[in-house]
């Protein structure tokens, strides 16, 4: 890159078809060979207040920071303006973000919080950086051509225990080196788990942000607590080390939340040995690449989970869903499928338990990332209506605007503060008082959660205008948003179904005694 300096009247001679510089943000772009390659056209160029001129508000207007920093484009700088210093900060790796409400306030200067120590900072920074330089370009790469995430990517996600903690605390992560010794086993709490993943969602991709293993997240839990010794030997370090991969198989077209009433079957086979296994499971993230599946099937006395491994009769098909097939969401046939009986996970026909038995970990998951999520979509809000003009005022500069962006604003934070103080309850309960007790609040929350992405995503396409239906540009993170923020009122129990648990959580708690 040339570092000449240019004085504004030297840059201003350069204003013509074939001779044409512009100033963004103190550094000149010759321009006049790209002008003709540029997808916003040439003539905006010839403009008089574009040629030979300082562009900044104009370009910013359009065009996304990370334009600027694709080396395709900075090698048109051909200088810089005299006495002047660039303003725009790239994001550097790892960065946290100074927009208002950008980061949750624990990370964000002069806010103190009692929920966080020094091991969940410095995992929150190590994560960070982590997801910025590994995760989140091959996030973008892949929900352009639709493949599935680069197994580089998970294996430095095993290398440094990422998979395992994903899981949450416990005996699974004992002898690992967490993030490179950042967290001891031992300390590891719910606070750090809710650290990685609000940091694993920062990339705003949504397929590939559950192509990511989020089936191993769900389906693993019920060979970890469930499996019997040999199986668990056998295939816990597999997955975790991203080498086999798995998923959850327990919707099916016939019965979503309604759990007890799935029609795919598990017959014992004559000697005894085998479950003969039928039916076919719908909407399964993963499905597609995943090499086990944790299947909720019909026996005799009830439900039973039985763990299946790809073989012959097991076949997946690609669903087509909202978001990308990164994810992997697979529609999934069993025919006459054999498989040992010690594949059973948990008690025969007591299959509802190893589900339920996950649920709430799995909500507080789910709360996490959308919560997360909303706080994204708030900082591309205010950082598009802090650059975008329109009738002589930037967006920010109108009253309606800033109203929107004050109930997103009050909403996310209610959400994040409501999660972190669950999530401080479950380092405090044993496994039996966070059913007893966070049941409710957990279905409660996740139900709220995927409210307020609703009337976020809703505020924000208005923010963006037609800038919020276009996959590139922009808009581009509000798009994808607006499009997949619904799979969460859906997964994990709808989000009517978890309102209601809520309330009948309560209501178990109501004194006989109370009257008005
Ligand atoms: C070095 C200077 C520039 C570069 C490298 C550049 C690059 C790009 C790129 C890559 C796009 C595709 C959309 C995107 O990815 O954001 C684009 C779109 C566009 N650009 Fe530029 N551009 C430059 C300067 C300008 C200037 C100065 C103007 C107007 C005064 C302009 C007007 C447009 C327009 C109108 C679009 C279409 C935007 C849309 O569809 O929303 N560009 N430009």
Same mark, same amino acid.
């Given at each position: 890159m040339s570092t000449k300096i240019y004085s504004r009247d030297d840059i201003s001679k350069h204003n013509t078809k074939g001779d044409l510089w512009i100033v963004i943000d103190s550094m000149i772009y010759d321009v006049s060979k790209f002008m003709n390659m540029h997808p916003g056209g040439a003539? =905006? $160029? +010839?403009d008089e207040e574009v040629a030979g001129q300082d562009a900044t508000e104009q370009f910013f207007n359009l065009h996304r920071v990370e334009v600027l920093q694709k080396p395709q484009y900075k090698r048109l700088i051909v200088g810089q303006v005299e006495n002047e210093k660039p303003i725009v900060k790239f994001p550097q790796p790892g960065d946290l973000s100074e =927009?208002?409400? /950008? #980061?949750?306030s624990w990370l964000s200067k002069a806010y103190h919080s009692p929920y966080y120590n020094d091991s969940h900072k410095a995992l929150q920074k190590w994560m960070r950086k982590f997801v910025d330089t590994v995760i989140t370009p091959d996030a973008i790469a892949r929900e352009k051509d639709g493949k599935r995430f680069s197994d580089d990517v998970v294996k430095k996600m095993a290398q440094y225990e990422i998979n395992a903690m994903r899981l949450g605390p416990g005996k699974h992560l004992h002898g690992r080196t967490l993030a490179e010794g950042i967290v001891k086993p031992e300390e590891f709490d719910y606070i750090h788990e809710m650290v990685i993943n609000q940091e694993l969602v920062?990339? /705003? %991709?949504r397929g590939y942000g559950d192509g990511l293993l989020a089936g191993m997240v769900i389906g693993l839990p019920p060979v970890l607590n469930f499996g019997s010794e040999e199986l668990k030997k056998r295939i816990i370090p597999e997955v975790l080390s991203g080498e086999k991969f798995i998923s959850l198989a327990i919707s099916e077209a016939f019965a979503g939340s309604d759990v007890a009433n799935l029609r795919t079957t598990a017959k014992k086979s004559e000697d005894g040995k085998h479950w003969i296994i039928n039916g076919t499971k719908k909407w399964? &993230? !993963? /499905? &597609? $690449?995943?090499?086990y599946f944790s299947v909720g099937c019909k026996t005799e006395g009830g439900l039973t989970m039985i763990l299946v491994e790809r073989t012959e009769g097991v076949s997946t098909e690609q669903i087509k869903t909202s978001y990308s097939t990164t994810a992997g969401t697979a529609f999934i046939t069993f025919d006459d499928v054999k498989v040992p =009986? #010690? !594949? &059973? +996970?948990?008690?025969e026909d007591g299959g509802l338990l190893v589900i339920l038995s996950n649920f709430n970990h799995e909500r507080f998951v789910m709360a996490t990332a959308s919560v997360r999520s909303i706080r994204f979509v708030i900082e591309e809000c205010f950082k598009w209506a802090n650059q975008r003009k329109v009738f002589g005022k930037t967006l920010l500069g109108q009253p309606v605007i800033r109203y929107k962006l004050a109930g997103m604003v009050a909403k996310a934070e209610s959400l994040q503060a409501w999660l972190e103080y669950i999530g401080f309850q479950m380092t405090k309960m044993s496994y039996k008082e966070q059913s007893r007790y966070l049941a409710g609040p957990i279905a409660l929350l996740k139900m709220q959660c995927t409210r307020v992405e609703n009337s976020v995503a809703d505020d924000a396409v208005q923010i963006f205008g037609g800038r919020a239906i276009t %996959? &590139? /540009?922009?808009g581009r993170n509000i798009e994808m948003f607006n499009r997949t923020y619904k799979f969460n009122s859906l997964l994990g129990g709808s989000e009517e179904i978890l309102g209601d648990l809520g309330i009948r959580q309560a209501m178990r708690q109501m004194p006989k005694s109370a009257r008005l």
């Open positions: 003539s =905006v $160029f +010839l =927009v208002p409400y /950008g #980061e949750p920062r990339h /705003g %991709q399964i &993230t !993963n /499905g &597609t $690449f995943s090499d =009986v #010690e !594949n &059973t +996970l948990g008690p %996959q &590139t /540009g922009m």
